[in-house]
């Protein structure tokens, strides 16, 4: 239906908002006008604490001078840069700064300007990595039930989301899925669950189904975040990391969430000690104030393409916006920040307050689950009636009301706090929670 009026610019109905339910918000939205620190300030006026970091993003809090200032500098003395066949010193400034605190044995790095496009660039890089060694045959993407890999067809088609299947159809061909690792004796396990190392040997079968030699990639969360906050069980990532380098199938690990600090190491590849070929990260590079993604890259990658003439683009693919000056002043003031604040470890030494303080939910109403590691953590509901989301989405609504930002995606609430919180910003946090699930009960 077209707008019967010129609309006025406060009328709502024209932006057509993303994982929305439109209507009901336009019934009565939920407005955002100033952010600081650890809280939004609604338009009512009310402080809303952020138990989120915005959506997994915002690591270091909001509006932090040094990121604001840099942005703020870059757009003043170089606003855009063309992508290809030029530079400038901004972009590379960031990529060493970016090989400093990624993995060992990961040294390069390929800008784009989201997660999701970070995710299909790294699809990409797969497939042409092997054709690249002469390897043509090896087109095969293997992903993960419940994983969640941005909107891009690649990502939605190794993701394990029904509801991209229900919308768009049967996606990308040639695409496999392990299994998830979500297992109901894990429940309520602290930190990461004894558990589901077996499910990694799903891969085997799939090997054995379709030959190695038709296999690129195996894409997974090392966390999966926004299907529920799913831990990986232990010795599962090693196992994953054990097939898929016997079979020569290369491993991406995306870390859009777990990136830059979320479990209490710079990326999960450390904190879990195993090196995939790839990482893809977005969110936290930039502490979510300008879109920007990024997928990083061993040198054995890397060098596969270095071989033809040098006059001859070697991976044909990039986008406007890679390495734009701006997200990258604001990345590099990002980095600066963590540094200087110890924030890429932080959660690390706020995890046992966190997780305690999670925990103490479990007897509340209606609680099947509760899942945590570094500051993340998740608290499961059962749904009502058997009708999965309605508890959760009604959970969120008067936890907003109350003064608190959670998220929730089925049933399962959410929260990723900025990494500046304080252990009384956690009691609150949680207390509040805890009073919200009492009323919706
Ligand atoms: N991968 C993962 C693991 C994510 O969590 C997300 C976003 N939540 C994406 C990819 C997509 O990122 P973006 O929304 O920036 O495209």
């Known amino acids: 239906m077209a707008l019967d009026r010129k609309p006025a610019p406060n ?3 024209a932006f057509w908002m993303p994982f929305t339910a439109n209507r009901q918000f336009k019934a009565s939205p939920r407005m955002l006008v100033e952010a600081k620190d650890m809280h939004y300030t609604s338009a009512d006026g009310r402080p809303i ?4 970091a915005g959506l997994w993003c915002c690591n270091a809090g909001h509006c932090r001078p040094k990121i604001t200032e840099a942005v703020r500098a870059q757009v003043g ?5 063309p992508a290809f066949q030029m530079g400038h010193p901004l972009a590379f400034e960031l990529a060493n700064r970016l090989v400093d605190v990624a993995p060992d044995g990961i040294d390069h790095v390929f800008y784009t300007n989201s997660g999701s496009e970070a995710v299909d660039t790294a699809l990409k890089i797969a497939l042409a990595y092997h054709r690249a060694r002469g390897d043509a045959a090896r087109t095969r993407l293997i992903g993960r039930e419940r994983g969640y890999h941005g909107v891009g067809f690649g990502g939605i088609s190794v993701g394990g989301i029904v509801n991209n299947r229900r919308f768009f159809g049967s996606l990308l061909n040639g695409v496999d899925h392990l299994p998830h690792t979500h297992l109901a004796e894990n429940a309520f396990t602290r930190g990461q669950p004894e558990h589901g190392a077996h499910l990694a040997d799903d891969l085997e079968r799939i090997v054995a189904l379709h030959g190695a030699e038709t296999i690129a990639a195996v894409i997974v969360e090392p966390m999966a975040g926004s299907t529920g906050v799913l831990m990986p069980p232990k010795g599962y990532l090693q196992r994953l990391r054990e097939i898929t380098r016997k079979h020569g199938i290369l491993l991406i690990f995306d870390e859009v969430i777990t990136g830059f600090g979320r479990l209490g190491s710079p990326f999960a590849a450390q904190h879990f000690d195993v090196l995939p070929d790839m990482i893809t990260c977005a969110k936290g590079l930039t502490n979510g104030v300008i879109p920007m993604g990024a997928v990083l890259t061993t040198p054995a990658i890397h060098d596969a393409f ?3 003439p040098e006059h001859v683009i070697e991976l044909f693919h990039g986008y406007t916006y890679s390495g734009n000056p701006v997200s990258c002043a604001a990345a590099i003031a990002t980095l600066d920040t963590y540094e200087d604040e110890g924030l890429l470890t932080r959660a690390a030494r706020l995890e046992h307050h966190w997780q305690e303080a999670l925990h103490g939910l479990r007897d509340h109403p209606n609680v ?3 899942r945590n590691m570094g500051l993340i953590g998740a608290v499961e509901l059962s749904p009502i009636d058997g009708e999965p989301a309605k508890r959760g989405f009604e959970v969120f609504k008067r936890a907003y009301e109350e003064g608190i930002l959670i998220r929730v995606t089925g049933d399962t609430i959410a929260m990723s706090p900025p990494l500046i919180i304080s252990e009384d910003q956690i009691d609150e946090l949680i207390g509040t929670l805890g009073r919200v ?4 009960a």
């Open 11 to 13: 009328d709502l109905r």
């Open 49 to 52: 604490l952020d138990g989120t």
């Open 77 to 81: 003395e170089m606003d855009y840069a």
């Open 306 to 308: 270095m071989q033809g």
């Open 368 to 370: 099947i689950d509760i």
């Open 437 to 440: 699930l009492k009323a919706v």
